[in-house]
């Protein structure tokens, strides 16, 4: 069948004839990079294509595990090297013979828009293709959001590059944007393809369609209205703005103009901070995922099924990451009743994502039908990972593990979703400390995307890296931590809690602690937050011992949200207001305390509930806790969402400067005439101008 093969060894692009169809293959590992080397091949190999009269169609295929994934993320910031992405793309489309996609993988931002240059897009049904620049800060900046709304229609493009989320082959068959879905062998189809629609002239050029534009210029308000509808998750970005502009500009302009407007906009996202925080970040949680000084021959254990112990908050949720990823669960309480009772919240979660779509009721069936309740603690004694999540008491704990002990099977996994125990400890009241591992999920655990894997003094180097993969496959980003007082995340809501409470007592009221942290781009300031979690969390439960404002609060029954009452009062729609009964409290005890009211500044919150959490993350790293500074960004953002267009705590530090965060807090140390105890890496990297992340 072949003809004429040609691979230069130094190129990732290689060509074969299959009688009249040359075939373009991309060979760059992992993810198929559109690297200076693969641009330039494609570029020879189109020029191949356009120069040799025997050939009379093309296919653009990958090898391995993926069609193109995009630009190469390690190039941006260097000096570039031609050609450029979009006259690759340019280069594509302006073949002389019909050039075919044969998408496998992900064709992604860069892989999606050389796919836009071809002629013709073939796919597998399981490919998925999509414009995830925004994530990165930017936009597709090689034609992408002017040969997008041509193909896919208006609407769709606008979807896709202001969110990035990526669409399944069957959503983008239907869109148009795939011509034709793939069963069998992709290359020798795309082929029979390629002959097909060999001889057909005009060749059909994505950049001169005007057909889907057609459609969408009698609604103009499809921008503002999705603008409105995406405003909540697009606040404080500055790149799906900029999507939405530049797929506007496609309706209104012609491609040749679209295109430099395209260009602009790129060259500005590109430049700007948020670019860099977030593209810094993709890197950040790839590196998360490995674990400095494991012995090469560490390999993972088996993990076929799991045994939850406890089916409150945290146990139900966490099973159902297992059940949704096919692993069989057990799970096991103290009574019926609460079995009952978690397990019923567990399937109610899961009807209501399918009432929204997410889910078909058979899929709710099957996740449901891998779950076992029990109440005999026996019933674990055949699961390969057992995951403590009962009550945050050490007795109890050790209690559970002690009998674990003696019933789960040799080799087995015992974890504990503890938010502040000592991991070793725990381990110690089994005869297999090896065996024991931290697993902190974070609530709504079916939901959130981070988990703290807690590694012990005696964790195996095998159960760590188990717990790492079983992560990947249900979907977690797990971040390694020490053995300390709330591990990485935790820890570091510690002293903001101290300052943020603190600060109330001197004169700032709930509500604007929490808009300088919203302002920020947190979700919810700490108040907010303590009236979601739950005010009561941590409480010693004694309403006649009242030593602070929380207790005062818990005293009085203000639990927080489930109480309709906590730092704000609630009405019957959970909405906040400021309450004159929790100011009467803040003010009686800065009385009671004789701390002097006054204005405080919006910076004085930064620097006192911000700049401390820094000086915390820099204690953590200096004794080990953490791997890397940017493990900490990683759990910052997947679970306490903070905004990733500032990087994370330790990144946007360095953006601050480590010399302006030092010279805050000693700012607010005279202040206050109190010592936050600095971090001693802190003072030393502010000193010798040097920063975590750069
Ligand atoms: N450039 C450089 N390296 C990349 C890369 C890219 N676009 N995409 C992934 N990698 C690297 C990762 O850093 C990782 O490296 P490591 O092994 O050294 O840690 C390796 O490839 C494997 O990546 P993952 O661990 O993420 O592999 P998965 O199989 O889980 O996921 C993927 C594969 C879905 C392709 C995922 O890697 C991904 O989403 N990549 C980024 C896609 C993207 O953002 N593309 C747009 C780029 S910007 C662009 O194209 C601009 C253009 O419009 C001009
Ligand atoms: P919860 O009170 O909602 O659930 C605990 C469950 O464990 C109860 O249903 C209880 O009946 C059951 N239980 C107690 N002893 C048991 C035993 N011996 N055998 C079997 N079941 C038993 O508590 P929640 O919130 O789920 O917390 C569980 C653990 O998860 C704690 O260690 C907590 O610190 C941790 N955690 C909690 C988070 C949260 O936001 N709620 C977040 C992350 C971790």
């Known amino acids: 069948m072949t003809d004429v093969l040609d691979r230069p060894s130094t190129s990732p692009i290689s060509t074969q004839r299959h009688g009249d169809v040359l075939i373009v293959t991309s060979n760059n590992p992992p993810v198929n990079a559109l690297s200076a080397a693969v641009r330039q091949g494609l570029v020879a190999a189109i ?3 356009d120069a040799d009269d025997a050939v009379k169609a093309v296919v653009i295929a990958c090898e391995g595990q993926t069609f193109f994934a995009g630009a190469d993320i390690t190039e941006f910031g260097k000096p570039p090297v031609m050609p450029w992405l979009p006259m690759v793309v340019d280069a594509i489309e302006n073949c002389s013979k019909p050039v075919v996609a044969a998408i496998h993988g992900t064709a992604l931002g860069g892989g999606l828009e050389v796919a836009l240059g071809c002629h013709y897009r073939v796919a597998v049904p399981d490919s998925k293709l999509g414009t995830p620049e925004v994530k990165l800060g930017l936009l597709p900046g090689a034609g992408g959001t002017q040969r997008l709304p041509r193909v896919a229609g208006v609407k769709k493009a606008l979807e896709m590059c202001a969110t990035g989320t990526p669409i399944s082959a069957r959503e983008a068959f239907d869109c148009g944007l795939v011509d034709r879905l793939i069963e069998g062998e992709l290359v020798s189809h795309a082929v029979g393809y390629a002959e097909e629609v060999k001889d057909v002239r005009p060749l059909p050029k994505s950049s001169q369609r005007d057909d889907r534009l057609v459609e969408a210029r009698g609604q103009p308000e499809i921008f503002d209205e999705f603008r409105k509808a995406n405003a909540k998750k697009f606040r404080g970005f500055e790149a799906p703005d900029a999507n939405i502009r530049a797929v506007q500009v496609a309706l209104e302009k012609p491609y040749s103009e679209g295109v430099i407007e395209e260009r602009k906009l790129f060259m500005e996202l590109m430049s700007g901070t948020q670019a860099r925080a977030q593209q810094y970040f993709f890197f950040a949680e790839r590196k998360a995922a490995k674990i400095e000084g494991l012995p090469e021959d560490a390999r993972p254990r088996d993990v076929h099924k799991v045994g939850l112990i406890g089916a409150g908050t945290m146990g139900g949720g966490i099973a159902m990451n297992f059940l949704s990823a096919g692993i069989p669960v057990t799970i096991i309480e103290t009574s019926q009743e609460a079995l009952d009772r978690g397990t019923g919240v567990m399937r109610k979660n899961y009807e209501a994502s399918a009432a929204r779509g997410k889910l078909t009721t058979e899929q709710v069936s099957k996740a449901m039908g891998m779950l076992t309740p029990t109440l005999d603690f026996a019933g674990l004694a055949d699961c390969d990972m057992i995951i403590e999540a009962v009550f945050e008491e050490m007795e109890i704990k050790k209690d559970v593990f002690g009998r674990l002990d003696r019933i789960a099977k040799p080799g087995a996994i015992l974890a504990s979703n503890t938010s502040y125990l000592d991991i070793d400890e725990i381990a110690a009241s089994t005869s297999r400390p090896e065996d024991v591992v931290g697993l902190h999920f974070f609530s709504p655990a079916n939901i959130m995307k981070l988990l703290e894997v807690v590694r012990g003094a005696k964790t195996a180097p095998d159960v760590l890296l188990t717990a790492m993969s079983i992560a990947k496959k249900i979907r977690k980003v797990a971040v390694v931590a020490g053995v300390c007082h709330g591990f990485i995340g935790n820890r570091m809501l510690m002293p903001r809690q101290v300052q943020a409470t603190q600060l ?10 929490d808009r ?18 739950g005010v009561d969390i941590g409480w010693h439960r004694d309403p006649n011992r009242v030593e602070n404002v929380r207790d005062a609060l818990c005293a009085i029954d203000r639990w927080g949200q489930k109480k309709g009452a906590g730092f704000y009062d609630y009405d019957d729609k959970r909405r906040p207001s400021p309450s004159p009964v929790v100011q009467q409290i803040i003010e009686d005890f800065a009385a009671r305390q004789g701390v002097e009211r006054r204005e405080i500044p919006d910076q004085e919150i930064v620097e006192r509930t911000l700049y401390t959490m820094v000086n915390e993350g820099a204690k953590i790293l200096e004794e ?8 900490i960004d990683v759990v910052w953002v997947y679970g306490y969402g903070w905004p990733v267009y500032r990087g994370g705590p330790m990144f946007w530090a360095d953006s601050e400067g480590l010399n302006t965060i030092v010279e805050g807090l000693k700012r607010q140390e005279q202040r206050l005439g109190s010592d936050f105890g600095f971090a001693q890496l802190l003072l030393d990297k502010a000193e010798r101008g040097e920063k975590f992340t750069r």
């Open 516 to 533: 300088v942290h919203v302002e920020f781009g947190m979700p919810m300031g700490p108040f907010q937050m303590a009236d979601l979690a």
């Open 504 to 513: 109330l007592l001197e004169g700032a009221s709930p509500k604007q602690v």
């Open 624 to 631: 080990g806790m953490a791997q890397r500074p940017s493990d």
């Open 47 to 49: 020029e191949q294509a």
